[in-house]
């Protein structure tokens, strides 16, 4: 990976932390400890944004409230 790829994938995940709590961005970093990745943010309009993250296999997906917990079973589906 080029120094100007990790730049434009620090930017992008920037922009997909923009907005989200601090509690979430601690459960956030915890998770990619255990190789966890921010895959995107749903943003439905006049609500809280809603970050979605998979595991390193893409088998499983959660989403971190805003408190900061964990929802594995969030009442949507992730198209494939």
């Known amino acids: 990976m080029s120094a100007r790829e990790r730049r434009q994938g620090d930017a992008v995940g ?3 932390r923009k907005g989200l709590t601090s509690q979430q961005l ?3 970093e915890t998770m990619q400890q255990f190789g966890w990745v ?3 943010v749903r943003r439905p309009l006049f609500q809280p944004p809603i970050p979605v993250v998979f595991d390193r296999k893409r ?3 959660a989403v971190v ?3 900061g917990t964990i929802n594995e ?3 949507f589906r992730i198209r494939s």
């Open 65 to 67: 409230e805003a408190d």
């Open 14 to 16: 920037a922009q997909l």
């Open 26 to 28: 601690a459960t956030l």
């Open 38 to 40: 921010l895959q995107f």
């Open 59 to 61: 088998e499983r997906y």
């Open 73 to 75: 079973n969030p009442g």
